[in-house]
């Protein structure tokens, strides 16, 4: 059974950082493109950053450029989203997700996902 567990949100002010754990289980996770998603009250889940299980490259949306930085421990199968710079329109609930297809952002294409975890970020 596959399982990813999510940790490491909570409440921050603006300008502050946060780390965000992912913690898989019962998949070859290293044969895993890893992302991370969030959705905010009343909007739609979005993509936020994604990392390949061939090179480890990365892909971020626009808004967290610079600011977020994705990576992954194959030997801890464990994703992280380090965030800095944290601004209030960071605030929502972030999910990571593990899918078996290269470089993908479309939520759709995605096999597995975490619980997620609550981000707050204060003004």
């Known amino acids: 059974q596959v399982q990813l567990v999510e940790s490491g949100g909570g409440l921050v002010q603006a300008g502050g950082s946060l780390r965000l754990s992912c913690a898989a289980s019962?998949?070859?996770?290293?044969?895993?493109?890893l992302g991370w998603f969030r959705q905010a009250p009343g909007k739609e889940r979005e993509f936020v950053a994604v990392?390949?299980?061939?090179?480890?490259?990365?892909y971020y949306t626009d808004s967290v450029k610079g600011r977020f930085t994705i990576s992954r421990d194959n030997a801890k199968n464990t994703v992280y989203l380090q965030m800095n710079s944290l601004k209030s329109e960071d605030t929502a609930v972030y999910y990571c997700a593990a899918s078996s297809k290269y470089a993908v952002t479309g939520s759709r294409q995605y096999d597995y996902w975490g619980q997620g975890t609550q981000v707050t970020v204060s003004s």
């Open positions: 990392i390949t299980w061939i090179g480890g490259s990365t």
């Open positions: 019962g998949l070859t996770f290293s044969s895993y493109t």
